[in-house]
Structure formats: C-alpha cells, structure tokens
C-alpha cells in the first residue's frame, strides 16, 4: 500500500501544479494561527508544550486509521495526506524563475531568487552557531528538496501519513517561529535536528549510490555518528562530493549560473529513484505492507 501511495503521489505532483490548498504550509500556518489565537502557544509556552502541539495531529490521524478507516480507506486517506505534504509550489516556481534568470546573465535576480528560497531554520545549527552561509543556489535547492521530498518519503515509510504529516508540520512550524525571531525557534531547530538525523543519512547515503561513491563514501562516514554538525551542512557536504561539476561544466559555471543547480537536482532526482526502489525491495521481501 506504502509503495503505490508513494508512486501515485509521485506521479501526480509531477504532472499536476498543485494550489495552496493542496499543500501543508497552508494548513500548518493555520494550525500555527489556531493555537497563537488561542494562547496556548506563546512566548512563554515551554518545549515540551511546543512538541505536544506538533505531534498531536498525527496521534489524532493516526488514531482515526486505526478505529476508523479501513484498509482501502486508510490508502485512499495515505495517499492524499502524501499529496499534500510532499513536494512545494513555491519552490519549484522559484527555480524555475532562478533558470530564466541565469539564462539571462542577471546575476543580480539570482541572488535574489536563491535569498526567496526561504531557508530560515537552516542557517544556524542547533548549537547556535553559523550554517548556512556561503552555500550556493544549487546546495540550498538540494537541502529544501529533501525536506519536501526525501524526508517525507522516509517518514512516511516509516510511519505511515502521521509521519509525514507529524514532520511536514515541524518543518512548516520550525520555519514560521525562526522567521518570526519567537522564543522557541532553539527548542524548534532542536526537534527538526532529532527528526532529520537518520533521514538525511539514508537521503545522504542515496546520493553517493547515485553519484561518486568513491569521492562520497568517506565525507559520509565522517559525517555518520557526528551529533555536532546540522543535517544542513551533512547532506550539502556530501552532496557537494557526490556530484562534482566536470572541468566543462565549470567552465559554463562561470557563464550560466544554471549548471550547478541543474546537476545537483538531476542528483537528488536519482536519489528519489534510489529510495522508491528500496521501498519496492523492501515491499517484496514483506518488511513493509
């Protein structure tokens, strides 16, 4: 059931420009708007109320799969809560506007597009310290492309539409509170930390099957154990060995700011390839139902 849901879903956010309504950061913001209008998420909320109010969305689908639906319904119900968590409009929209851009030679409106990406929450460890800065159009395009699709792949293999929804929210709500500058966005960062460990490995993993495993494996291994370094900097820097732009490719670099974001989403594209069939491997050994 897993694997269709996830080639169904798939296949239509590929062939169809979703609206807002068909989209998580919707819904998250109002659920966020829900409990601010409330008060009992404000400034002098704790960590552990902010954790409550992210996972109870998914304990209360995942309580309505098990007393409620069935097996089909439960599949028809996975899939469109797949539909709306996974992939992200805008940031499809803004490549595709980064891509005319560089065609163009505005050097200027590509710095701007790769500043709208929106990457908040990754521009500081869960330490505090500096992160993201420095990175290119093209790393930061690999990192929210494993947020919007790799990793609800992985949570929703793992745990169904309440994993994928569970992280789509904390992703969604680590971004709003960082924007906001709000008191829990350390607490927030935290928990997206402890989400993203073992996913961005898996999804990091991937890309050096994908790529160069040679160049890869070591930058991997580094990496793999380490509690000190951001999910961020993990999947960037090993991506960033994966898939090394060829002296050609270099060259037209320096031309068309394109070339680099192209290679690396061709990556992370043949990563998504990578994870749906181990989920098939996995479906037909019967680990997964």
């Excluded at 996830?6 to 659920?31: C, F, G, M, P």
């Excluded at 992939?87 to 803004?94: E, I, K, N, S, Y």
């Excluded at 420095?134 to 930061?140: N, P």
């Amino acid at each position: 059931m897993m694997l269709m849901s996830l080639l169904l879903v798939l296949s239509l956010e590929r062939l169809i420009t979703k609206e807002s309504n068909w989209h998580i950061e919707k819904y998250a913001s109002q659920y966020l708007g829900f409990l601010r209008e409330k008060k009992w998420l404000n400034d002098d909320a704790s960590s552990a109320t902010l954790y409550f109010y992210l996972l109870l969305p998914a304990v209360l689908l995942g309580l309505i799969e098990y007393w409620l639906l069935g097996a089909f319904l439960t599949f028809i119900e996975q899939s469109i809560v797949l539909f709306i968590c996974i992939g992200c409009p805008v940031l499809r929209a803004t490549y595709k506007s980064f891509l005319n851009a560089a065609e163009r030679g505005d050097l200027q409106a590509c710095s701007m597009y790769t500043d709208q990406l929106g990457h908040c929450a990754s521009q500081t460890d869960s330490d505090g310290s500096a992160g993201a800065e420095g990175k290119s159009f093209g790393q930061h395009l690999t990192w929210l492309n494993y947020q919007h699709y790799a990793a609800v792949m992985l949570w929703f293999i793992a745990f169904g539409a309440p994993g994928a929804l569970f992280y789509s929210i904390s992703r969604s709500a680590t971004e709003a509170l960082c924007d906001a500058n709000h008191p829990l966005r350390a607490a927030a960062g935290r928990l997206m930390f402890a989400l993203d460990y073992i996913p961005v490995r898996v999804t990091a993993f991937g890309m050096l099957m994908m790529g160069h495993f040679s160049r890869a494996l070591p930058e991997w291994i580094k990496h793999a154990l380490k509690f000190d370094v951001s999910a961020y900097d993990v999947l960037t820097r090993i991506s960033a060995k994966a898939e090394v732009l060829t002296p050609d490719e270099q060259q037209r670099q320096t031309e068309n700011a394109a070339v680099e974001p192209k290679v690396l989403v061709k990556l992370a594209k043949r990563n998504v390839i990578f994870l749906l069939v181990i989920t098939s491997a996995l479906t037909l050994i019967g680990s997964l139902a």
